[in-house]
């Protein structure tokens, strides 16, 4: 059997398990899973990735690459992404581009890397991470106040350096980037994995076993998913996915001398699920809106939340598929070819909806949840 159609029916199995889970699994359980994930799991693996990898400074290549790849999509999400809707769903399109521009590597992207890639090509993702972390909590933070300031009847601006601060703790305390901080500063000294104690050596490899499984089965039983506004959802997420392939297939014939790993990587990294960190963004404008009796919201939180449920289950769908048709997804013509297919199919509600005369009406109902949105609890992240 195909090695990547074997691995690919292995993860989708143990997805499967967990989807037979998720009546037994409470919310507040999955929380607990998701802090195991992200704060222990997640890092062990990214920990020993690092110090695997030689240090030069030719790799801030790839958190600036990740950094530019947020702006440009950004830019996307206000003149292709968000046009679907109308123009006066101002709150909608707002949303939509604090969260479609954002990427959540850790749940949807990394375990699939180290299975197919390995270690080596997580430790790149890892430092890419860094320049995604970068865009989703500072720049987004700061274009969400100056929204928030439009908008206020009171604009309170004396909030705004206390949360850049706090936002800047909140990243230098993150696990994973604690991890990438002193991976860093080991090699820097010359230091590897084999430097360390026999011991720390053996318990940092224990808690790498457990990551990929443990996403895996939090992926099944997290995702659920009602009727509601799916189909806009679907093909706005299909219209990110299509620029994204679009971009991946003009890196690579920018430059073709690179390796098929390091295409995969390019390809697969930038269809992460959409990041957390702008809901938590979102939700505290909200609040602020509230205490000032504002009438007209910044945000649209619920449609956020619905953008999130389905982010996750579309990405890790569509990173499964890539790696298990690897030999396709490197070559640049059907990287393009899926980038206008994507792009191309997501247009056809709108154009059904202006050939039959009706305007698109404003979608209802909030379709599903995804755990551990708490606009309350800046958790930390796939992210």
Same mark, same amino acid.
């Given at each position: 059997?195909?090695?990547?159609?074997?691995?690919?029916?292995?993860?989708?199995?143990?997805?499967?398990?967990?989807?037979? /889970?998720?009546?037994?699994?409470?919310?507040?359980? @999955?929380?607990?899973?998701?802090? +195991?994930?992200?704060?222990?799991?997640?890092?062990?693996?990214?920990?020993?990735?690092?110090?695997?990898?030689?240090?030069? #400074?030719?790799?801030?290549?790839?958190?600036?690459?990740?950094?530019?790849?947020?702006?440009?999509?950004? @830019?996307?999400?206000?003149?292709?992404?968000?046009?679907?809707?109308?123009?006066?769903?101002?709150?909608?399109?707002?949303?939509?581009?604090?969260?479609?521009?954002?990427?959540?590597?850790?749940?949807?992207?990394?375990?699939?890397?180290?299975?197919?890639?390995?270690?080596?090509?997580?430790?790149?993702?890892?430092?890419?991470?860094?320049?995604?972390?970068?865009?989703?909590? =500072?720049?987004?933070?700061?274009?969400?106040?100056?929204?928030?300031?439009?908008?206020?009847?009171?604009? +309170?601006?004396?909030?705004?350096?206390?949360?850049?601060?706090?936002?800047?703790?909140? @990243?230098?305390?993150?696990?994973?980037?604690?991890? =990438?901080?002193?991976?860093?500063?080991?090699?820097?000294?010359?230091?590897? /994995?084999?430097?360390?104690?026999?011991?720390?050596?053996?318990?940092?490899?224990?808690?790498?076993?457990?990551?990929?499984?443990?996403?895996?089965?939090?992926?099944?039983?997290?995702?659920? =998913?009602?009727?509601?506004?799916?189909?806009?959802?679907?093909?706005?997420?299909?219209?990110?996915?299509?620029?994204?392939?679009?971009?991946?297939?003009?890196?690579?014939?920018?430059?073709?001398?690179?390796?098929?790993?390091?295409?995969?990587?390019?390809?697969?990294?930038?269809?992460?699920?959409?990041?957390?960190?702008?809901?938590?963004?979102?939700?505290?404008?909200?609040?602020?809106?509230?205490?000032?009796?504002?009438?007209?919201?910044?945000?649209?939180?619920?449609?956020?939340?619905?953008?999130?449920?389905?982010?996750?289950?579309?990405?890790?769908? @569509?990173?499964?598929?890539?790696?298990?048709?690897?030999?396709?997804?490197?070559?640049?013509?059907?990287?393009?070819?899926?980038?206008?297919?994507?792009?191309?199919? #997501?247009?056809?509600?709108?154009? =059904?909806?202006?050939?039959?005369?009706?305007?698109?009406?404003?979608?209802?109902?909030?379709?599903?949840?995804?755990?551990?949105?708490?606009?309350?609890?800046?958790?930390?992240?796939?992210?």
């Amino acid at each position: 059997m195909n090695f990547a159609l074997q691995n690919t029916l292995e993860l989708v199995l143990v997805i499967g398990l967990g989807l037979l /889970l998720q009546k037994k699994i409470a919310k507040q359980d @999955l929380k607990g899973v998701k802090t +195991i994930i992200l704060s222990v799991a997640l890092p062990a693996v990214i920990f020993v990735a690092l110090l695997k990898i030689k240090l030069e #400074s030719s790799l801030l290549i790839f958190p600036l690459l990740a950094l530019a790849f947020n702006l440009v999509m950004f @830019l996307a999400s206000k003149y292709v992404l968000s046009v679907s809707l109308p123009k006066e769903e101002g709150a909608k399109r707002r949303t939509l581009m604090m969260l479609l521009p954002s990427l959540a590597p850790g749940l949807s992207c990394f375990p699939f890397i180290v299975v197919y890639l390995g270690d080596d090509s997580l430790a790149l993702a890892a430092l890419a991470d860094v320049g995604n972390k970068i865009f989703v909590l =500072i720049l987004l933070y700061m274009l969400a106040m100056h929204w928030y300031q439009l908008h206020s009847l009171k604009a +309170i601006k004396t909030s705004s350096k206390s949360k850049l601060r706090d936002l800047g703790l909140a @990243l230098l305390n993150e696990p994973i980037n604690m991890v =990438i901080i002193v991976g860093l500063t080991l090699l820097a000294f010359g230091l590897n /994995l084999e430097s360390l104690p026999i011991f720390l050596q053996h318990t940092i490899g224990d808690l790498k076993m457990i990551m990929t499984p443990l996403i895996l089965l939090f992926i099944g039983m997290a995702v659920r =998913i009602k009727s509601g506004e799916f189909g806009i959802i679907i093909s706005l997420l299909a219209r990110r996915a299509g620029i994204t392939f679009l971009l991946s297939a003009t890196f690579v014939f920018l430059f073709p001398a690179l390796s098929p790993t390091l295409i995969l990587l390019l390809v697969v990294f930038p269809q992460s699920a959409c990041s957390f960190w702008p809901f938590a963004h979102m939700s505290a404008i909200t609040t602020l809106e509230e205490t000032d009796a504002q009438k007209k919201p910044t945000f649209d939180i619920d449609f956020a939340v619905n953008v999130l449920a389905c982010s996750l289950p579309f990405s890790t769908v @569509l990173v499964i598929g890539i790696f298990s048709f690897d030999q396709l997804f490197i070559d640049p013509i059907v990287l393009l070819a899926c980038g206008t297919l994507f792009v191309g199919t #997501s247009f056809v509600p709108d154009l =059904i909806h202006r050939w039959k005369g009706n305007p698109q009406s404003e979608p209802s109902g909030n379709y599903g949840t995804y755990v551990g949105l708490n606009p309350q609890s800046h958790s930390s992240e796939d992210k």
